[in-house]
T-cell receptor, first 110, second 112 residues
């Protein structure tokens, strides 16, 4: 399942498919961005980060893309697994403060 | 190694009671943050410590909220005369560098 370009509050994905989660940030002066995963009853868990001088960064099964022109951030998850079901938040950092976007609830269908 | 821990994990308070929420950051982490997370929302910044110094408390909702970190490690968030609108998850995060913040599991506060 994909939601290219547009932030959606929920995303349903077939197991094994790739997922794309989108986020718009607000402060053009933000210099650092993070994606967090939050499972029910737990605190946000760090997934991947990217600095403002980069436009792409890859991790294990995850890729973050940054488009500063339109202040847009996306998280791509390859081969989505049931354990990826959670709420995903993007966060932007200005100074030391993190500001979180509206989360996206990802549900993985078996 | 051990992550950020918070206690209690759940707290039910009667309106008007005082509560104290504890955060144990990752050992050696200089920076400590408190956030408030309402149901269905992302975390909102409350306050920031660098060692024992509280450098920013601009996010605290009212003067009923008070945070301290007297020895530069453990921190306590205190809420006096709790109100129903204080019901939320209170998250603590710590970091060793200016960037990556690691979160604890949170304390779920319910004010009746």
């Amino acid at each position: 399942g994909e939601s290219v370009g547009l932030h959606l509050p929920t995303l349903s994905v077939q197991e094994g498919d790739n997922s794309i989660i989108n986020c718009a940030y607000s402060n053009s002066a933000s210099d650092y961005f993070i994606w967090y995963k939050q499972e029910s009853g737990k605190g946000p868990q760090f997934i991947i980060d990217i600095r403002s001088n980069m436009d792409k960064r890859q991790g294990q099964r995850v890729t973050v893309l940054l488009n500063k022109t339109v202040k847009h951030l996306s998280l791509q998850i390859a081969a989505t697994q049931p354990g990826d079901s959670a709420v995903y938040f993007c966060a932007e950092r200005y100074d030391y403060k993190l500001s979180f976007g509206a989360g996206t609830t990802v549900t993985v269908r078996a | 190694g051990a992550g950020v821990s918070q206690s209690p994990r759940y707290k039910v308070a009667k309106r008007g009671q005082d509560v104290a929420l504890r955060c144990d950051p990752i050992s050696g982490h200089v920076s400590l943050f408190w956030y408030q997370q309402a149901l269905g929302q992302g975390p909102e910044f409350l306050t920031y410590f660098q060692n024992e110094a509280q450098l920013d408390k601009s996010g605290l909702p009212s003067d009923r909220f008070f945070a301290e970190r007297p020895e530069g490690s453990v921190s306590t968030l205190k809420i006096q005369r709790t109100q129903q609108e204080d019901s939320a998850v209170y998250l603590c995060a710590s970091s060793a560098d200016p960037e990556t913040q690691y979160f604890g599991p949170g304390t779920r506060l319910l004010v009746l």
